[in-house]
């Protein structure tokens, strides 16, 4: 499936520009959001593959684009069917609310608010509910403003080095008091025992990074503290998902 390879992506990104009649490298690179040298490689891969010839696109081109914009177009239509199918999803009544009500839509401590009135997303509540209790909506119109949460990472020293016997109970109770609306989690042993012995709550110590990245897209920021050997794959794990975050040492 093209939209599993980004490099079948690109190429049809850049095939679409040579249609439009777009031949200097820096303007296509501009359009498609990748460097000058990287258009330069793709022309080269294509010329070889016999989709491109000096600068124009051959007919396996075509083809190419063809099938590419066809593979698409089935997702697009299978994929609006199923968001038309869920039709309805859950919110926290945030005051009493009447079943054909329109209201808006707010993220507010990680989970879907629903208040009376119109707003940037908003829809119609299918039941009735108290302050507090769970609602459903339909109809949804807008997108939901989410100002998305904080990760900082704080690397903990390894075993080799001392570990919790080098961390300052202190200054991990500091940190955790200075971010009062933030999720704490622990990766690795040493993360783990350096939290506990500080007596720090743990909101998450399975899975950690993953907890982290959910907090991240509910609007909620995390304290993410990580043993020296989980660091690797932390990192990775939040580059991948393209997942913007800070790292400090404790």
């Not at 990074?209 to 897209?217: F, P």
């Not at 609007?219 to 993410?224: K, N, V």
Request: glycine content about 10%.
């Amino acid at each position: 499936m093209i939209l599993r390879d980004k490099s079948e992506i690109t190429r049809m990104l850049i095939l679409l520009e040579l249609l439009k009649g777009r031949r200097k490298l820096r303007e296509i690179a501009e359009n498609i959001d990748i460097t000058v040298q990287g258009v330069s490689e793709y022309l080269r891969w294509m010329e070889r593959d016999g989709l491109v010839k000096n600068g124009e696109i051959t007919i396996k081109g075509m083809e190419f684009l063809t099938n590419a914009l066809d593979e698409l177009g089935d997702f697009l239509v299978k994929g609006n069917a199923i968001v038309r199918k869920v039709g309805v999803i859950e919110a926290v009544a945030g005051e009493s609310i009447k079943k054909g009500d329109e209201v808006r839509l707010v993220m507010e401590n990680g989970y879907i608010h629903a208040y009376r009135g119109s707003g940037k997303s908003s829809g119609i509540a299918i039941n009735s509910a108290r302050k507090g209790e769970d609602l459903g909506v339909t109809n949804l119109a807008g997108l939901l403003n989410i100002k998305y949460g904080e990760i900082t990472v704080y690397t903990m020293p390894s075993v080799e080095e001392g570990g919790t016997r080098k961390v300052s109970k202190d200054k991990i109770k500091k940190i955790i008091d200075k971010n009062p609306g933030a999720m704490v989690g622990a990766c690795g042993v040493v993360a783990y025992l350096a939290l506990k012995k500080a007596g720090a709550k743990i909101d998450f110590q399975f899975s950690a990074v993953n907890s982290a990245i959910d907090a991240h897209y509910r609007g909620i920021s995390t304290l993410l503290f990580v043993s020296h050997m989980m660091l690797p794959h932390s990192l990775s794990t939040l580059e991948e998902k393209g997942v913007p975050y800070s790292l400090k040492t404790v």
